[in-house]
């Protein structure tokens, strides 16, 4: 992988990613969307770097005779897709974490910047 391939890969997708992770977290939808969405965005890299840079495509790899092999092709897309899905997941914990304490502060409370827990209740009898 060369530095355009990786800058492509972590600047603007890594970008695209997180904001995909807040944007799943704030309209509420459950953690595991985040991987088709990521799958999809990691084609679009994947892409990009082949046409842009003259990365390794897969499916240039499957039709093509002068293309890369398919085993650097397929390296390259999960590569793009654990770096997406790790920024989107990042995203994502930080937003639910933020949103949690505050659309519900009389039950949790913020711990650190990856938890919340429950408020506890004090009684006082006297």
Do not use: H
Request: net charge positive.
């Amino acid at each position: 992988m060369t530095i355009s391939l990786l800058a492509l890969t972590f600047i603007m997708f890594g970008g695209g990613g997180f904001m995909m992770g807040q944007a799943l977290a704030d309209t509420w939808r459950p953690w595991w969307q985040i991987v088709p969405y990521s799958a999809l965005m990691a084609l679009g890299n994947n892409f990009l770097g082949f046409a842009l840079f003259e990365g390794a495509f897969f499916i240039d790899s499957l039709f093509s005779k002068g293309a890369k092999p398919l085993s650097e092709a397929i390296l390259e897309y999960v590569i793009d897709f654990v770096v997406i899905l790790a920024f989107a997941g990042l995203a994502y914990r930080l937003t639910q974490v933020r949103k949690m304490p505050a659309q519900y502060p009389w039950l949790y409370e913020r711990v650190g910047p990856f938890q919340w827990r429950q408020k506890t209740t004090t009684n006082s009898t006297n």
